[in-house]
């Protein structure tokens, strides 16, 4: 069986942030950890436009170049928009989810994505008030619990 993995934009930065802080490192060996397994045929990883919009908005364009590189040679499938997306998000906004997070949730679920992966604690938190599909993890939960 073929488990469906989304990254929210900061996964795909982390590999690029500060790697001396010790959970950031500890995060970004989880992310990469995770890429060696979608060689496999159990894992594959799903981006959408809201990575695209999002990663858009760096302004950081050394670090932006490198993200983008990385995204583009580790997910598969890019997921097409649609208005039942943006009222999935809306719902999940009355449940106190920032839109864009929201959004982001609303990817997974339409598209029946098992893993939404964030290092937004927040986030995390905030998707436990929805009843959701979609189990949204930190990558260091993901790698010692499901790989």
Excluded at 86 to 102: P, T, V
């Amino acid at each position: 069986m073929i488990r469906k993995i989304y990254l929210d934009t900061c996964c795909y930065n982390r590999p690029f942030d500060n790697l001396l802080d010790g959970k950031i490192r500890l995060e970004a060996e989880a992310i990469l950890s995770l890429c060696t397994e979608l060689d496999g045929n159990d894992f594959k990883l799903f981006t959408s436009r809201m990575v695209d919009y999002e990663l858009g908005k760096m302004k950081n364009l050394d670090k932006k170049e490198k993200v983008l590189v990385f995204r583009n040679s580790i997910a598969s499938v890019h997921l097409s928009h649609s208005g039942e997306i943006e009222r999935i998000a809306s719902d999940l906004e009355n449940l106190g989810i920032k839109f864009l997070d929201a959004l982001h949730i609303a990817y997974c679920e339409y598209y029946r994505i098992s893993y939404l992966l964030t290092t937004d604690k927040i986030l995390i938190n905030a998707s436990k008030r929805a009843n959701l599909f979609t189990n949204v993890v930190n990558p260091l939960f993901f790698v010692m619990e499901v790989l």
